[in-house]
């Protein structure tokens, strides 16, 4: 074998294995690792990158990195909101290019890499920032180019980046008995505590998708990440990951209140604070705020407020309730390392029926919500009056069996906060 394979093998069984150092002060991406690398392991592949404007490293973009090493993709595919990150949400998107690369959009007439775009291509590597929750597409981006790749019989690096929820809070019903949509598309609960390098490991191994068998995968582990890590204990800057995620408060409470974009509640959507905020037309925002208080959910408070949703384009033309004067709470938090999101949201949900009149409470849900809390159960329980713990208890069971599920496919250690 010739030395400069030889080197080359080495290096990526290095970058792919290293175990991750206890203790780090700093979380190390995948990425970040291979930059530090020189991109050697990708040194003359014909390489295909799924990514989008969360792939950075100190602030450089990945494909800026590349190009300062020699490296460059062959094609770029991206998730929905572009490249960039700025288009809106459910906007379908065009082909485009950056630095002379072709970009292919996976959110527009199709929503996986076709046989005709990986002709040539030797690897597919995926690096984007996730926020742990299993409506947000870009795990479903991810799923379906697997099955790509493993129709093409290439290889699928992800480079791994950290739950920004941590991987210790796994709540949500599994989505089980509904049909899979590209926003519900794995039998997961909505907060599933697993980085996308550990969720792609547990998509083939579970069989979450058909066609899988003999992909070939491989994660390129991060450094330094610990389970017991919420976002601000990783050093690393938050980017916007979407444009209504502009926060890590915003992407903390997601999970619980991206519920209400199944309904006709306001989410916070035209305001400053999206999903911070929830509203409805003529509610006593006094009310609310003393019905959700009274709940005692660890690490949060509720004031009670009254905003108007605006037009902000970029992020949300055309907002639930446009210049209406809404009554409402404004979700403060105190600990993020106490706040449990979806059992939050569903705390939310419970409050906002039993302040509502009966004629709004006919409308509250839209179709679609079931889809996005993985089961009936959720609004059937908060119809039916029942208390929110008892409605977030409904899920122990199946939690309980996921994380029994997930277990072999976990890579990062449960470590101990300071």
């Given amino acids: 074998m010739q030395r400069g394979t030889m080197l080359f093998l080495f290096l990526l069984l290095f970058i792919l294995v290293l175990p991750a150092p206890s203790g780090a002060a700093v979380v190390k991406t995948g990425a970040e690792l291979l930059a530090e690398g020189g991109f050697a392991a990708l040194k003359g ?3 295909a ?3 989008n404007h969360s792939a950075q490293v100190e602030g450089v973009h990945l494909i800026e990195l590349m190009a300062r090493q020699g490296v460059q993709p062959a094609l770029v595919f991206t998730p929905e909101h572009g490249l960039t990150g700025s288009a809106e949400d459910g ?3 065009s082909d485009s290019s950056v630095r002379g690369i072709p970009v292919k959009s996976l959110y527009g007439a199709v929503k996986q890499p076709q046989p005709a775009d990986l002709k040539g291509i030797d690897l597919v ?3 984007i920032q996730d926020v742990g929750v299993r409506f947000y597409t870009y795990i479903s981006t991810m799923g379906l180019a697997m099955q790509a790749a493993a129709r093409a019989g290439i290889p699928f690096w992800v480079l791994d980046r950290p739950n920004p929820l941590g991987g210790d809070d796994v709540a949500g019903f599994v989505r089980r008995e509904l049909p899979a949509s590209f926003t519900s598309l794995y039998p997961i609960p909505i ?3 697993m980085t996308v390098g550990e969720l792609a490991l547990m998509i083939k191994g579970e069989v979450m998708l058909p066609g899988l068998e ?4 491989s994660v390129v582990r991060m450094q330094g990440w610990q389970r017991w890590m919420r976002w601000p204990d990783t050093g690393l800057a938050w980017v916007a990951t979407s444009p209504n995620l502009a926060s890590f408060a915003s992407a903390l409470l997601y999970p619980g209140i991206g519920l209400l974009e199944g309904t006709s509640a306001s989410e916070g959507r035209g305001s400053e604070a999206p999903f911070q905020m929830v509203g409805w037309p003529g509610i006593d925002p006094q009310l609310l705020a003393q019905r959700l208080n009274a709940e005692q959910l660890a690490g949060l408070h509720f004031e009670p407020v009254r905003f108007t949703p605006v ?3 970029g992020k949300s033309s055309a907002p639930k309730y446009k210049n209406r004067e809404l009554g409402g709470v404004r979700i403060e938090i105190s600990d993020p390392h106490r706040v449990t999101p979806v059992q939050a949201g569903v705390a939310v949900l419970c409050a906002l029926y039993g302040t509502l ?3 709004a409470r006919r409308v509250l849900f839209r179709p679609g919500f079931d889809d996005m809390a993985g089961s009936a159960e959720l609004r059937q329980g908060v119809v039916a009056g029942t208390p929110a713990a008892a409605v977030s208890a409904r899920w122990g069971a199946s939690v309980q069996r996921f994380r029994k599920e997930r277990q072999g496919y976990l890579l990062y250690e449960e470590g101990q906060a300071p």
Wanted: charged share 20%.
């Fill in 45 to 47: 592949k014909h390489f």
């Fill in 49 to 51: 990158l799924i990514t």
């Fill in 91 to 93: 906007v379908k998107l």
């Fill in 125 to 127: 590597v995926f690096d």
């Fill in 191 to 193: 907060a599933h505590g």
């Fill in 214 to 217: 003999h992909l070939e995968l």
């Fill in 311 to 313: 037009s902000l384009p």
């Fill in 357 to 359: 009149p009966e004629p």
